[in-house]
């Protein structure tokens, strides 16, 4: 496991971020116990060493349009490090995937696709993917009904990580 640096109220910054990206930070500084110069400087430093990727908004899937949510596993035809990047490559350029792993097992990747409904699934199929010469196989299978999705990651395994819960220097 690579070093964290973090302590518990960094764990309280992140899990509150997690919860709502939205929050101001007075609101920030109120939850985790915080004044808001030092809350302000600790997010600057989580965004800034990467813990923080990126805000947004997560969006209804229905509401925009986007009915149906197909997981599609698919085969590299010849494997080799070419053909494998070619392919995360081509599927990193499609709006319709909004998520893609190299997975170990059957499938070299599994894809999620979000589409309006199956017909604009079976487009992409035939003109996208069915294109792509380094496929040598794809499985769909159609989501019925989403359980949970977008969740928080979970970060108890860190509480026993980190380091104690002395502030730091420069953030206090």
Do not use: W
Request: hydrophobic share 40%.
């Amino acid at each position: 496991m690579p070093y964290i640096n973090l302590d518990a109220i960094d764990l309280k910054i992140l899990s509150a971020l997690q919860g709502d990206g939205r929050l101001t930070n007075n609101e920030l500084a109120d939850q985790v116990g915080l004044s808001p110069s030092p809350c302000l400087r600790r997010v600057r430093r989580l965004e800034r060493d990467g813990f923080i990727r990126t805000y947004r908004a997560v969006l209804d899937r229905e509401s925009v349009g986007l009915g149906l949510t197909v997981f599609v596993e698919i085969k590299v035809e010849k494997h080799s490090r070419d053909n494998a990047r070619a392919l995360q490559d081509a599927l990193s350029g499609m709006p319709e995937v909004v998520a893609c792993h190299m997975v170990s097992g059957t499938a070299d990747f599994v894809a999620e696709i979000v589409v309006p409904n199956l017909k604009a699934y079976e487009r992409m199929l035939t003109e996208k993917l069915l294109t792509l010469p380094m496929i040598g196989d794809i499985r769909s299978n159609f989501v019925l009904t989403r359980a949970k999705s977008d969740a928080p990651l979970p970060l108890s395994h860190l509480k026993r990580d980190v380091r104690a819960v002395g502030v730091a220097p420069d953030c206090e």
